[in-house]
Every structure is written in structure tokens, then in C-alpha cells.
């Protein structure tokens, strides 16, 4: 199945540029085996050890490291207290039974993952160092799995962290 991601790039005062980026996901009962999960603190759900993650099996809380291929079906995780580029900072559900188109989607993640974005950072984005992007649903993924998710992504431009972005106000 197919996600779509979009990366918006920042500069300190600079308004995002976005760059459209495909992804999908290996779906279980098409290629006969079990997606693969991250392994999980029972209590905390925190990922506890570093390894590959369907991207569909993705929470908020979760790092990763970067994805540089166009398509994806699954990304590196590790625990957030380790180096990682990337952290999922707010899950967004959409509503409604007809895929509305992947416009009308970008502007709801667009808008979803700004609004989140300084309560999470503790600074808008136009005046931080900091860049998001989200993992979209695309047309497959809505129609065959009924994926609504749009899964907001932060990372910083000058190279991975060390625990979370949140309250970082930078």
C-alpha cells in the first residue's frame, strides 16, 4: 500500500518549502507474513530496541532514523534516548468514507502538523531551526486498508538528537 510523505525544509525565519515524497507500506495478508512491529515497553509503549518498523505500526513518541529512498515500507526505530533524525510528534485521524483527493489531505496534514507543532516545540515553526513533515494516507491506503492516519514527523536540519524535540523551542 502506498503513503504518501511530504518533507517541509526550514531556515530559521524562512517559510516551508515542500517537497512531495511517495511511501508505502507492505500490507500482511498481501505478502503472507506478519508486518513488522517494533519491540515495546509493556507499560510505557516506548520502543526499547533499535529496529526496522512498518511504517502503518509507527505512535507518537516513536524516533527514527531517516528514510532516503522514495518508497518505504518500513523505517528504522530506535529508543528515543539514542542519536535518531526523527521523531512522530502528533497523530492526526482523518474522517469520512471517499478519499477526498491528495491536495485536500496535504492541506489537512499541512494544517494539523503547524498547529501541533509549537505547543510541541514551545516556538512556531517560522522562527525555528526545526522541520516537519507527514507520512499521508494515499489513495490505496484509504481505499484497501482504510488508513486515515496523517502522522506528523520533526527533525533538525543540522543532524540528529538525543531524546525528544518536545519543549526544545529552537
Request: aromatic content about 6%; charged content about 25%.
Amino acid at each position: 500500500m502506498r503513503r504518501t510523505m511530504t518533507r517541509a525544509l526550514v531556515s530559521l525565519a524562512a517559510v516551508a518549502v515542500a517537497i512531495p515524497l511517495a511511501g508505502c507500506s507492505i500490507v500482511s495478508d498481501l505478502v503472507g507474513g506478519p508486518a513488522s512491529q517494533p519491540e515495546r515497553d509493556e507499560t510505557t509503549q516506548e520502543i526499547i530496541e533499535e529496529g526496522d518498523a512498518d511504517v502503518f505500526a509507527l505512535k507518537v513518541g516513536d524516533c527514527m532514523n531517516e528514510v532516503t529512498e522514495e518508497l518505504v515500507s518500513e523505517v528504522p526505530v530506535v529508543p528515543c534516548d539514542q542519536p535518531h533524525d526523527e521523531e512522530i510528534y502528533f497523530d492526526l485521524t482523518l474522517e469520512g468514507d471517499t478519499y477526498p483527493g491528495d491536495d485536500v489531505i496535504q492541506t489537512q496534514a499541512d494544517e494539523a502538523c503547524l498547529a501541533q507543532f509549537e505547543p510541541f516545540v514551545g516556538l512556531a515553526y517560522d522562527s525555528s531551526a526545526l522541520g516537519m513533515y507527514a507520512y499521508r494516507p494515499s489513495e490505496d491506503s484509504w481505499d484497501q486498508m482504510g488508513d486515515r492516519v496523517v502522522s506528523c514527523v520533526i527533525y533538525d536540519p543540522a543532524g540528529q538528537v538525543t531524546g525528544t524535540l518536545a519543549g526544545a523551542a529552537r
